[in-house]
Nanobody
Framework: QVHLAESGGGSVQAGGSLRLSCSAS????????MAWFRQAPGKEREGVASIYVGTSSPYYYHSVKGRATISLDRDKSTLFLQMNDLQPEDSAMYFC?????????????????????WGQGTQVTVST
């Protein structure tokens, strides 16, 4: 069972950038999909980006396409999310998640959220 811990959130002004980190401890198979999700108060959780451990192939959800970069440092077992040109609507709690699943499901909006391990989240607040 993998344990996930996010960090790097904070408060920024619109147009700013943040780099979120997710440290993974425990066994992580190459057939694991790791992902970033976010949830704002009163809104449903939505996907941000995902990456397949075995290939480091990224996938970006519609909400952040062009403004985010997901990456994985396999040696340090750390997942990153670089977000640029942040806007107030990006304000949310950001979570990382991991689940062993096929690569095709990691390269589309089909992350198996119900089966995944989740971190506690890191808050991102963007002000005008």
């Amino acid at each position: 069972q993998v344990h996930l811990a996010e960090s790097g959130g904070g408060s920024v002004q619109a147009g700013g950038s943040l780099r979120l980190s997710c440290s993974a401890s425990g066994p992580t198979s190459k057939r694991t999909c790791m992902a970033w999700f976010r949830q704002a108060p009163g809104k449903e959780r939505e996907g941000v980006a995902s990456i397949y451990v075995g290939t480091s192939s990224p996938y970006y959800y519609h909400s952040v396409k062009g403004r985010a970069t997901i990456s994985l440092d396999r040696d340090k077992s750390t997942l990153f999310l670089q977000m640029n040109d942040l806007q107030p609507e990006d304000s949310a709690m950001y979570f990382c998640a991991a689940n062993r699943q096929p690569i095709w499901s990691c390269q589309s909006e089909n992350f198996y959220a119900g089966e995944a391990e989740w971190g506690q989240g890191t808050q991102v607040t963007v002000s005008t």
